[in-house]
């Protein structure tokens, strides 16, 4: 586990707490699904808007994640440190975008998720393992994200627009 000097600024402070998630990511066991379930509230609170909405709140929340994510390396003086969970945050609400707020959708889209981050197949191994800093960071989960998203539209269109 990586420990870390207590921030000196307010502004360290301001990083730590958003990228774990708002202490998420300091849970002793599985962050990652912490953080993926932090998302939950901010589907829930866009669950009325268009899809274009939430694709951009998305968009604009990946932006700040990585800016985000590159200062909190900075501090913990490290790559990808497992209290860094707001790339989960952003990865599993590309995952959704377009999909209601319902439990069988949550579930499924949680754990397809959750299931791509952990097991990386692919190019999102290659970047995972190639691209550094705060972009590093966050790029995996959103291309977890972005094959989340296609598969689970993808469900929805066989199985006439949902199960």
């Not at 609170?45 to 909405?53: E, Q």
């Not at 319902?102 to 970047?127: C, H, N, S, Y």
């Not at 994200?145 to 627009?161: K, Q, S, Y």
Request: aromatic letters at 10%; hydrophobic letters at 55%.
């Amino acid at each position: 586990m990586t420990t870390v000097a207590p921030p000196r600024s307010l502004s360290d402070r301001l990083v730590l707490t958003l990228s774990s998630a708002f202490g998420l990511g300091y849970l002793p066991k599985a962050p990652g699904t912490w953080g993926s379930l932090a998302a939950l509230p901010i589907w829930w609170a866009l669950r009325d808007t268009s899809w274009m909405v939430f694709a951009a709140v998305a968009v604009a929340l990946t932006i700040a994640s990585i800016v985000i994510a590159h200062r909190a390396e900075a501090i913990y003086g490290g790559h990808d440190v497992q209290h860094i969970v707001i790339d989960e945050v952003v990865g599993m609400l590309i995952t959704v975008v377009g999909v209601p707020f319902a439990w069988p959708e949550v579930l499924v889209g949680f754990v397809l998720f959750r299931v791509l981050d952990a097991l990386k197949p692919g190019p999102i191994r290659w970047i995972d393992e190639h691209v550094e800093g705060g972009l590093g960071v966050v790029l995996d989960d959103v291309a977890a994200g972005v094959v989340g998203l296609i598969l689970m539209h993808v469900a929805r269109l066989a199985l006439g627009h949902w199960w």
